[in-house]
C-alpha cells in the first residue's frame, strides 16, 4: 500500500504561484501513476493531472492546462510528485489531494485511484 503526504499548500495572490509536493512512500511506490485532484466547498472533488509511472506521459484538465504542470521524482521506496501551479485564480481555490492509482487512455479523467491512495489533502487559497 501507498501512503502519501501533501504539503505546499498556501495563501496567494492571484497571478501568483505555488507548488505542491506529495511524498509517496511504499516498496511499489513507484509503479503507480499518480495524480492530483481538488475540492472546493461545496464542490465535488475534481481531476486536475495525472502522470504516469515513468513520468514520461502528463494529463491535464482543461481548466488547468497550460498553467500547471505535473511532475515527479521516481527513487527507492519513495516516489515524490509536484505540482507547478502558475497564473493562480481565484477559482483554483480548493483543498489539493494526491492519489496512486493507474491511466485510463482515452478516457475522461484519465486518471483512476486506487482505494484507500489518498493523500490528507492541502489547501490553497487564491485572494482576488
Known amino acids: 500500500q501507498v501512503q502519501l503526504v501533501e504539503s505546499g499548500g498556501g495563501l496567494v495572490q492571484a497571478g501568483g504561484s505555488l507548488r505542491l509536493s506529495c511524498a509517496a512512500s511504499g516498496r511499489t511506490a513507484s509503479n503507480y501513476a499518480m495524480g492530483w485532484f481538488r475540492q472546493a466547498p461545496g464542490k465535488e472533488r475534481e481531476f486536475v493531472a495525472a502522470i504516469n509511472f515513468s513520468g514520461g506521459s502528463t494529463f491535464y484538465a482543461d481548466s488547468v492546462k497550460a498553467r500547471f504542470t505535473i511532475s515527479r521524482d521516481n527513487a527507492k521506496n519513495t516516489v515524490t510528485v509536484y505540482l507547478q501551479m502558475n497564473s493562480l485564480k481565484p477559482e483554483d481555490t480548493a483543498v489539493y489531494y494526491c492519489?496512486?492509482?493507474?491511466?485510463?487512455?482515452?478516457?475522461?479523467?484519465?486518471?483512476?485511484?486506487?482505494?484507500?491512495?489518498w493523500g490528507q489533502g492541502t489547501q490553497v487559497t487564491v485572494s482576488s
Open positions: 492519489a496512486a492509482g493507474t491511466i485510463r487512455w482515452g478516457s475522461a479523467p484519465p486518471f483512476r485511484a486506487q482505494d484507500n491512495s
